[in-house]
Each structure stands twice: as C-alpha cells, then as structure tokens.
C-alpha cells in the first residue's frame, strides 16, 4: 500500500521517492514496504532550528493572545478538512487500523481547539496588599523556546498536545517527531504553515539519531523547556541533561496500568473497559490495561467472556475498514511481546486464546489473552506495549490495591465495582495520576494527564497543560500613595 497523490500533496517537498545520502525510509510495518524517504537531519540542523525559534519569539509572544487563537482555529480546521489523508497517514506509516487513526486525528485536532480557547484565558492575579500604598499582581508570561519529542504511537496527538499550548502561551517550538513515523508530522506542519503560522514558529527535525538531536536541545541555553513522551529510561537521561540549563521539563513516561475487576462489578461493563483500554492502538499506549486483576469470585466467567469478545477481534492490515487491530510497529515490539509471553508461560501463565505471531506478517502478533499469570513472572512488572492481556487472581480489597501500586509506574489505573464506597476507596488509595473508575476511556483534551512516580512529571491537556508553557512573574508595585 503506497502513498495516494492527495496525502503526497500535503508532504510537498518533505518527501522523497529515491534513497539518498542524507535521507531515511519511512516504512508501512503490515507489508514492510518503503512509503517514502525523508531528509535526515543532526544537531546543526536542531541548532539551526532552536535560532529560528528564537528568532521568531519576540514577534510571536508579542502578538495578542487573540490573534495567536486565530491562528490556531485556522490550524485546526485544516486539520479535520484533511481528516481522511491524515489519517490514513497514520495508518500507512504507523499500522493502526484506519477506525482508530480517524480518531488520532480528531482527538490532536482537539488539542488545537481546546488550546486556541484556552490562549485567551492566561491569567494573573491581584493580590490584597499588605502595606498601603501598594499594588501586588502576578501576570503569567511563555518560558520561551521549547523543544518536544514526541512518540510514534501517537504521532499527531502527542505533538499537538504539546505544540498546541506552547504556541497559545506565545512559545515558539522545535518538534521532533519519531523516526517511524515523521509523515503525519510533517503534515501537520505544512497545515500549520498554510493556517498562517509564521516562519520559526514551529519546526520540524526528522531524524534517525535522536541522541545527537537530543543532545543539541538540552545543551541549548536558549531552550527553556523540554517536553518529551516516550520510556522511562530516556526520560531520565533527558530530565538529567536538562539540568545544567535548569530547564522546565514534562515528562510522559511508562505506565503499568493495573485493571481492577471486583466481584460486585458490572461484568459486560468491565469486559467493555478491557477491550478498550487493552487492544486500543493494538495495545500500545502508556495507559493501556497492563495487569488484568479480577477477584476470584469472577475470576472464571470474566475470563471465558472477554477470551469470546478477544477471539472475534479482526487483525488485519490497518487500511481494511473492519480491521480492529494492526502490526506491531517493529521487529524490537514483537521480540519484547513473545519474550514476555514465553516467559508467562515458561512459568506456568496459560494461553486462552492468541499467543502468537500471526501467519499474515511478521509485526502482527494474535489479540491474547494469559490465565493463570502470577507476580513472580516478568509480565508482571513490564509494560507489555502490545495485544496481551494477563489475567490475575486477587482475593480481597486490600490485596487488589497492594497489587496494583506493587510497581515503580504510577501513569493510569482502571478499577471496576458498583459499590460507591469502594470506588471511592480504591480511586484514593490507587497511586495513579489518572484513575478510571468503571471507565475504560480516560483521555480527552479538557482533563490533565500525566502521571506521578517514575511514570513522569507535569500534565498535559486542561488548563494545567497550559501553565506548563507559563512562567508566573510576580509584580510589586509601591509609592503608590492611597488607592
Ligand atoms: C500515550 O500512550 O502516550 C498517550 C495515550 C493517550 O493520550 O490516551
């Protein structure tokens, strides 16, 4: 499946058909086929880029916070008019079935519209005076430059929802997206342009060596702040070498999400939930379902109910219409998932269904489901990042919560009960940044997300997301006689 002339379009001179020095493949992961090459830049390029942005502050941040939103609705619009292209983009470079990736699409649209709000509503405040004669206010001003590094398995949603309130803020940003799937980025940015974003505003760095690239954002002085989504261990080395500069830093980092299933809980509800927390982008999302604990009151009909649901789910090629999961989205994901698994099952964990990597391509890997899986096995402790569920036994409360906070993560959780005051018991004690409580759909762009322990720092989406691009500046007026 090859690239259509209207999505070429949208890619302009981004894209190449021929390999050259200098540039990389963008591959489709169902058939292994190359969709395109795009220009593969370094650290002089970033530099370059990070004085563009600087270049480009002073006019940017100085512009109303109207006319920055006017831009943004622009940008926005443009995005869902090209709903279709874009996302079957997604689904081209990414895998993800095309039902899904038209909701990537409109969920990073949603963060252009919620932000391009949001710019008018950057306020200060007045504070009582404690001395006569004085006025003291704080007035909220954009920390500057700001670098993003943003993930495949989200490749527009994880830029907008960083890029969108770095722009309302009055910041300018350098992007750069993940190398496997830098087409729906470039997208975006040529949509950007075209809504009238100003030059060095937003740029782009495609690029294989996201170490060197990496490196010229957090040792630039003029980079402010630093937002990064992707794995734990990265974002520590970033978070680190964002010190010297003391830069401001988000960081959106693994999660091992614990799914809690009570014996008094809606159980078509909770197999509901599952299914969509799990299996969503073929289970690769830092709040996917991770630890399936059901009580062991349930423990047996909850498992042959959502085995049925799992064995009637579609893995084919993403651009099929009905296809409900996808490949994988490299060889390093499957190697990570069949690891796992054998090591479940090397330790006693049972297939009920899946288990396997599939016969139609070597990144599709069977929707599973593990019975029998147990603490001391690795899948335990590990995000799975792909279609497995394990199922776990617990027997009381108090052993679920223990359970579920047993992991240095703490991104999301999912628990499911019809009794009030347990839901509201564990949704306090679970030591989670995002709690979905008999919910298994959590993200949106009104709410924060973000995790606490080793899962991350900051929020992003909500208002909260916007004052991560703020800097507070208190002002003390005096000598002002009587007021
Ligand atoms: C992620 O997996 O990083 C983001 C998931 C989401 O926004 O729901």
């Not at 722009?167 to 997208?187: D, F, Q």
């Not at 060197?212 to 794995?231: N, Q």
Request: aromatic share 8%.
């Amino acid at each position: 499946m090859q690239l259509s002339s209207a999505q070429k379009a949208l890619l302009g001179d981004y894209i190449h058909a021929d390999a050259a020095p200098g540039r990389f493949a963008v591959l489709n992961p169902a058939d292994g086929s190359t969709l395109c090459y795009v220009q593969n830049q370094g650290a002089a390029e970033t530099t370059a880029a990070i004085a563009a942005a600087d270049a480009a502050f002073a006019g940017w941040s100085g512009l109303t916070a109207k006319a920055r939103s006017i831009i943004l609705k622009k940008w926005n619009e443009l995005v869902l008019a090209h709903l279709e292209d874009m996302a079957m983009l997604v689904t081209l470079e990414q895998g993800r079935p095309i039902k899904e990736t038209r909701g990537e699409v409109t969920y990073g649209a949603s963060f252009i519209e919620w932000f391009a709000e949001e710019a008018k509503r950057a306020y200060g405040r007045t504070i009582p005076a404690t001395l006569p004669g004085k006025h003291l206010q704080t007035i909220k001003q954009p920390v500057g430059v700001c670098a993003a590094i943003t993930p495949w398995n989200f490749p527009i949603s994880m830029i907008t929802r960083k890029v969108s309130p770095a722009l309302a803020a009055g910041c300018t940003v350098v992007i750069k997206p993940s190398e496997e799937t830098p087409l729906s980025a470039l997208a975006l940015l040529t949509l950007a342009r075209q809504a009238g974003m100003p030059d060095g505003v937003i740029s782009m760095i495609t690029s294989t060596t996201a170490k060197e690239v990496g490196e010229a954002m957090t040792s630039d002085p003029r980079v402010k702040k630093l937002s990064f989504t992707g794995s734990t261990p990265v974002g520590k080395l970033l978070y680190a070498a964002c010190a010297p500069t003391m830069k401001k830093v988000s960081m959106e980092l693994g999660g091992n999400a614990p799914f809690l299933v009570f014996d008094d809980a809606n159980i078509d509800d909770a197999i509901e939930g599952v299914l969509a927390s799990k299996y969503r982008n073929s289970g690769q999302t830092c709040v996917c379902a991770n630890r399936i604990l059901v009580q062991a009151g349930i423990y047996d009909r909850f498992t042959a109910a959502l085995v049925e649901r799992v064995k009637a789910m579609k893995l084919e090629p993403g651009w099929q219409e009905d296809s409900q999961l996808g490949p994988l989205i490299n060889q390093k994901a499957i190697d990570k998932v069949v690891h796992l698994v054998d090591d479940a099952v090397a330790h006693g964990a049972k297939v009920a269904t899946g288990g396997h990597v599939d016969g139609q391509g070597p990144l599709f890997y069977q929707a599973s489901v593990l019975t029998n899986v147990t603490e001391d096995m690795e899948i335990f402790s590990t995000e799975i990042f792909g279609p497995v569920a394990p199922l776990f036994k617990f027997d009381s409360e108090d052993e679920a919560i223990r359970m579920a906070n047993d992991t240095p993560f703490g991104l999301a959780a999912y628990a499911y009960t019809r009794d009030i005051g347990r839901a509201m018991r564990v949704a306090s004690k679970l030591q989670y940044g995002m709690v979905g409580m008999n919910d298994g759909v959590i993200s949106t762009e009104v709410t924060p997300f973000g995790g606490i322990k080793e899962s991350g720092i900051g929020r992003e989406g909500a208002v909260e997301g916007l004052e991560e691009y703020l800097s507070v500046k208190y002002i003390s007026y005096g000598g002002l006689g009587a007021i």
